[in-house]
């Protein structure tokens, strides 16, 4: 999973803007588990929208990126 942690680039307010908040775990893209990779966040830069799985402590939530 990947653990958000607030920044001030244009990926992050895009991510605040989708509901992600600090701390949040990025456990699926589009459908697919991911791991902690920078590239991840360049795949998700690349997209114009991408559908995440996300838990929130004990929540698992749906954001549309």
């Known amino acids: 999973s990947l653990l958000l ?3 001030s680039d ?3 307010s895009r991510a605040a803007r989708a ?3 600090s701390g949040d775990r990025i456990e ?3 459908g ?3 791991a902690w990779d920078k ?3 360049e795949q998700l ?8 799985q996300v838990r929130r402590a004990d ?5 549309t990126l």
């Open 45 to 52: 830069a690349a997209r114009e929208t991408a559908a995440l």
């Open 5 to 7: 942690y607030p920044r």
């Open 32 to 34: 697919e588990a991911v």
């Open 39 to 41: 590239s991840v966040v």
């Open 19 to 21: 509901g992600l908040k």
């Open 28 to 30: 699926k893209i589009q």
């Open 59 to 63: 929540t698992i939530l749906a954001l």
């Open 10 to 12: 244009v990926r992050i």
